[in-house]
């Protein structure tokens, strides 16, 4: 009888502990009680979250003091070896923002070009080609990167008419049907550093991605781009430098 | 009759390009020219009526050259502007051009006078949305929800308060009652006797019902103790405070924008990635909302952006970081990576978080139930984020029928069929290969 009273009065006081450390931490941003903080709770620095550990202590000053940061400037992405045209597109972009861009678009820390380089990039070639063997891929890709990266401005169609500006939200994004004079490498600039309005996509999407998105908007300029007859041969010979060569 | 029916076609065709003319001269030109929609088709890439964009804003722009003397000058600067910079009988053209170097405005030589005046006329006559909507706004949503929280908080108390008050007054009505008995000297053989003695006569007396309340007590402390420890480390409904109030219902919802544009490392990497304050800024650039109630919230975005929003806005390369609190964490004993579920699995972002175009309060861990909800997803019971949810979905979900659209998956379906057909058949009996049967539930695949 005493045994089983002193057993109760223990469950009793450690539900009421319990109880009691679970008010303790309805503190909203905490996620509540851990079995083990030691495996839950990683010493090194992870995506987000830092819980200030040097060598087995806890700093609370040391606490995520950063998130959400782009990667360095002139770090360079590693795609993977063997393609040549995979690792040339690892090195740098060739073309340097304008100085001016440093207060128009933020981009401070790039390196910068006193030149137009947007006027000279006309003559950039985007380096995959479209063959009647991989332009269905390379639509079917860009069709992805378009829905995710700028479908909500430049609409579904390409006709600047997206949900942002059917919503209201601003005005002024132009159709790619008005603007066929660009070449290849100038939309590529464009998206790379940004233009007028709109914003630097360097951070977003990779080079590989940005060349893939140039195929596909082009799309919206000739319906005809990328397509192939039945004997493999170009649809429209478009006039541009991406032309389409027939493949064995 | 050849000839006048000949000059009776003349006649009219001069009545009626008289009538025409007429109105033609009846009625200033530029109202005939589509105003706004040569100002959409021409203007708004980089100007807006009310806003500095790119350009500066057109409202009153006209008002703005007379005021510098040079009224006359502003179609001819729309027409070609590098012309009449070089020609230097302009003023005016010089500063502007200054003041937006960043951006050469581009010549408009196939538009007429009259067409840049109806420009210039429907700009004129929009009125300012920014004034309209500062009219009669408060922060309204913000103090209301500021006063249910301080309800809750402040019944908390109020209970607590409450209960010590009573638990005193019970304490100190049996301490009276105990001194009286002692003073009227009515228990002179148990006047020593303690709370405790009393209370053992007392159980022991009526020992059969106290003895099964105490088991049932105990029981129910038992049961509600293990409740408890089931419960630890399930975050759902988890909900931490972030630094700024981001509604997912307008910006995936109403704005259209794909989860993949601001999270776009899914893809790419183990981690979603929290946005950049540099895509924020790809749409806030525009996007101030000047007298709404959100201002201040796309401030701070400003703020860490380095963006100074005056005339004309500029980057100023001073950014400070913007630090969220991470939602869903993991473990640091667990695996996942998002672009492993997303790009090669296939799924969803709603199977696992939820419709994110219909949240409109700070993001939370989705409890299990409302993802259920959720038409395509496939049904769990375990609690979200727990390990019983990540084993339950493994055995649930099917892979890839070797269709040739996943190439890790294909690869396996391949060696499976041309190897192990007995076991392929007994995998596919009902109907699907799990994740599961493909080691999805091995200890290595997420603890390593």
């Excluded at chain 2, 409109?360 to 019971?381: F, S």
């Amino acid at each position: 009888m005493r045994r089983t009273l002193i057993f109760g009065t223990y469950i009793t006081a450690l539900t009421i502990t319990l109880f009691v450390l679970g008010s303790c931490v309805s503190d909203p941003d905490s996620s509540g009680l851990e079995y083990m903080p030691d495996m839950y709770r990683a010493p090194s620095i992870e995506v987000y979250v830092d819980n200030g550990e040097i060598r087995g202590k806890r700093f609370p000053k040391y606490k995520t003091a950063l998130s959400a940061l782009t990667p360095p400037n002139n770090s360079i992405p590693y795609y993977g070896k063997g393609d040549s045209m995979l690792v040339k597109l690892m090195l740098p972009y060739a073309r340097k923002a304008n100085i001016l861009f440093r207060e128009s678009h933020g981009l401070y820390g790039f390196n910068f070009s006193m030149f137009d380089e947007y006027a000279l990039a006309i003559n950039d070639k985007n380096p995959f080609l479209l063959t009647n063997k991989n332009s269905e891929e390379m639509f079917l890709k860009g069709k992805e990167l378009y829905t995710a990266m700028c479908q909500h401005c430049h609409g579904e169609k390409g006709d600047g008419m997206g949900p942002m500006v059917m919503s209201g939200a601003y005005l002024g994004v132009p159709a790619y049907a008005e603007r066929s004079a660009l070449s290849d490498g100038q939309i590529f600039y464009s998206i790379y550093y940004g233009k007028g309005m709109m914003g630097a996509h360097n951070s977003l999407v990779t080079k590989k991605e940005i060349w893939t998105l140039v195929h596909y908007v082009r799309q919206f300029q000739n319906p005809d781009y990328g397509k192939f007859d039945k004997n493999g041969n170009p649809k429209s010979l478009v006039k541009m430098d991406s032309t389409v060569t027939k493949t064995k | 009759m050849k000839i006048s029916n000949i000059q009776r076609v003349k006649r009219t065709k001069i009545r009626l390009i008289a009538i025409f003319s007429f109105f033609v001269f009846l009625f200033p030109t530029s109202l005939l020219a589509d105003g706004g929609g040569l100002f959409k088709a021409k203007c708004a890439t980089c100007h807006q009526p009310h806003k500095n964009g790119t350009g500066p804003k057109l409202f009153e722009a006209r008002k703005r050259w007379e005021a510098a003397g040079e009224g006359d000058l502003i179609v001819e600067w729309v027409k070609n502007n590098a012309k009449l910079r070089a020609s230097g009988k302009s003023a005016r053209a010089k500063e502007v051009f200054e003041q937006y170097k960043g951006s050469v405005m581009t010549a408009f030589t196939d538009l007429k006078d009259e067409e840049v005046i109806s420009i210039l006329d429907w700009v004129d006559a929009q009125p300012d949305p920014a004034a309209a909507a500062a009219v009669g706004t408060g922060n309204v949503t913000d103090g209301a929800s500021e006063t249910t929280e301080e309800e809750e908080g402040g019944n908390m108390w109020m209970w607590i308060i409450l209960s010590t008050i009573f638990i005193t007054i019970i304490l100190s009505v049996g301490g009276v009652r105990r001194q009286l008995k002692i003073s009227a000297g009515e228990s002179s053989t148990q006047d020593d006797q303690s709370y405790l003695s009393e209370f053992k006569t007392w159980a022991w007396k009526y020992r059969l019902p106290f003895g099964l309340g105490v088991l049932v007590l105990v029981l129910s402390i038992i049961v509600t103790l293990f409740q408890g420890l089931y419960r630890i480390n399930v975050v759902e409904n988890y909900q931490p405070s972030q630094p700024i109030v981001f509604p997912h219902d307008r910006h995936a919802g109403v704005n259209g924008i794909d989860c993949k544009y601001c999270h776009n490392s899914v893809t790419k990497s183990k981690s979603a990635g929290i946005p950049t304050v540099n895509v924020c800024m790809n749409c806030h650039k525009q996007i101030s909302g000047e007298g709404k109630p959100f201002a201040g919230e796309i401030k701070k975005i400003y703020a860490a952006a380095g963006w100074d929003p005056s005339v004309p806005g500029r980057y100023t390369g001073k950014t400070k970081p913007i630090v969220w609190n991470k939602v869903h964490a993991l473990p640091d004993h667990v695996y996942f990576n998002h672009s492993q579920h997303v790009v090669v699995g296939g799924i969803d972002c709603k199977q696992c978080h939820g419709d994110m175009t219909k949240m409109n309060e700070a993001v939370k861990v989705q409890p299990v139930a409302e993802l259920n909800k959720i038409e395509g997803n496939i049904k769990l019971t375990k609690p979200t984020l727990t390990m019983g949810w990540c084993i339950e979905c493994h055995g649930a979900k099917n892979v890839s029928l070797g269709d040739g659209k996943n190439g890790y998956y294909d690869e396996i379906h391949r060696r499976l069929r041309d190897n192990d057909k007995s076991l392929y058949k007994k995998y596919l009996k009902d109907g699907k290969v799990s994740v599961s049967e493909l080691g999805g539930w091995e200890c290595a695949k997420c603890h390593y």
